[in-house]
T-cell receptor, first 114, second 117 residues
Framework: AQSVTQLGSHVSVSEGALVLLRCNYS??????LFWYVQYPNQGLQLLLK??????LVKGINGFEAEFKKSETSFHLTKPSAHMSDAAEYFC????????????FGTGTSLTVIP | GAVVSQHPSRVICKSGTSVKIECRSL??????MFWYRQFPKKSLMLMAT?????????EQGVEKDKFLINHASLTLSTLTVTSAHPEDSSFYIC?????????????FGDGTRLSIL
């Protein structure tokens, strides 16, 4: 069984401050982990992915995440928040097969305060 | 990069109407596509897994006769909401995974906003 938990449904940061969005996973098989961003009335855009290669993964828009097996975590960070980062962020876990479904977290809404 | 096209982006129709939503993978083949439903301020709820050439696999609690899924080719899956009612109003999103890339993520369409009057 697989699942993810996103701690904090709402996160507010000041522009220029560090962004930290938390994701913990549970998986009975080696997981693939993903972070997606969703802007209002749009689909999901992939930020980054972990697929058993490097544990520190760099994505688009300056985001990165680190896979920590000992902590079963895959937290998303960005050193300096920008106003355009305000959006909904989803963490997801899946197995490695092409037919494996994704399990999404409940999402974290990021607000950036000018 | 991989692109999934979802059409239409928005539908407004009367109660009792059936609505078809298309999901196409534009530059890759997808043996499997997924259909999600998203309520306001909520996460994505997987409705069904669409398998090319075979019946879709529905999640528990999703009415297969209400939400008809057809996956006739490796690049097209359709979701038909039959006899839609106001409670079916929602944001529906499809996704697809490249059948040749086992370690690649799902690629999402831009969603369809369905409003039933």
């Amino acid at each position: 069984a697989q699942s993810v938990t996103q701690l904090g449904s709402h996160v507010s940061v000041s522009e220029g401050a560090l962004v930290l969005l938390r994701c913990n996973y549970s998986s009975s098989v080696p997981p693939y982990l993903f972070w997606y961003v969703q802007y209002p009335n749009q689909g999901l855009q992939l930020l980054l992915k972990y697929t058993s290669a490097a544990t520190l993964v760099k994505g688009i828009n300056g985001f990165e995440a680190e896979f920590k097996k000992s902590e079963t975590s895959f937290h998303l960070t960005k050193p300096s928040a920008h106003m355009s980062d305000a959006a909904e962020y989803f963490c997801a876990v899946s197995g490695s097969g092409t037919g494996n479904q994704f399990y999404f977290g409940t999402g974290t809404s990021l607000t950036v305060i000018p | 990069g991989a692109v999934v096209s979802q059409h239409p982006s928005r539908v407004i129709c009367k109660s009792g109407t059936s609505v078809k939503i298309e999901c196409r993978s534009l530059d890759f083949q997808a043996t499997t596509m997924f259909w999600y439903r998203q309520f306001p301020k909520k996460s994505l709820m997987l409705m069904a897994t669409s398998n090319e050439g075979s019946k879709a696999t529905y999640e528990q609690g999703v009415e297969k006769d209400k939400f008809l899924i057809n996956h006739a080719s490796l690049t097209l899956s359709t979701l038909t909401v039959t006899s839609a009612h106001p409670e079916d109003s929602s944001f529906y999103i499809c996704s697809a995974r490249d059948r040749l890339q086992g370690n690649q993520p799902q690629h999402f369409g831009d969603g369809t906003r369905l409003s039933i009057l």
